[in-house]
Structures are given as structure tokens and as C-alpha cells.
């Protein structure tokens, strides 16, 4: 299930989920030199994190 969905998600959102296991690399909690990692990497990470969990969402409520 989790292939299937990486495989039809869009590139950007893919680029974000690369820059947020890479920036756990070097930070191990969600704390603010986490974000800040993250967006020194991906300027629109915030914006791709919050578009990340609306798609998410949208799959699971029509059951995919």
C-alpha cells in the first residue's frame, strides 16, 4: 500500500518526505533546529508538509 502510494504521489511531495528523513540524519526530534534544517534544504517546506497531510488525508477519505 505504501509503494502504491509513492509511486502516484507528485515529485514535490516526495522531494519534501527525502528532505525530512535526511534532516532526521542530523536532528532525531521535531524541534525547531529540525525545521530549520528542513527549510535550509527545502525553502518551501512548510508550505509541502502542510499540502503532504491535506493529500494524505484526501486519500484516506476516499479509501485509497
Sequence with gaps: RIAAIFREM???FLRMIVV???AHMK????GKAFYQL???MEPDYPQLEFDL????????AAGR
Excluded at 497531510?53 to 486519500?59: I, M, P, S, T, V
Design 10 to 12: 507528485p515529485p514535490e
Design 20 to 22: 525530512h528523513e535526511l
Design 27 to 30: 536532528e532525531r526530534e521535531h
Design 38 to 40: 528542513c527549510m535550509h
Design 53 to 60: 497531510r491535506a493529500y494524505l488525508a484526501c486519500l484516506d
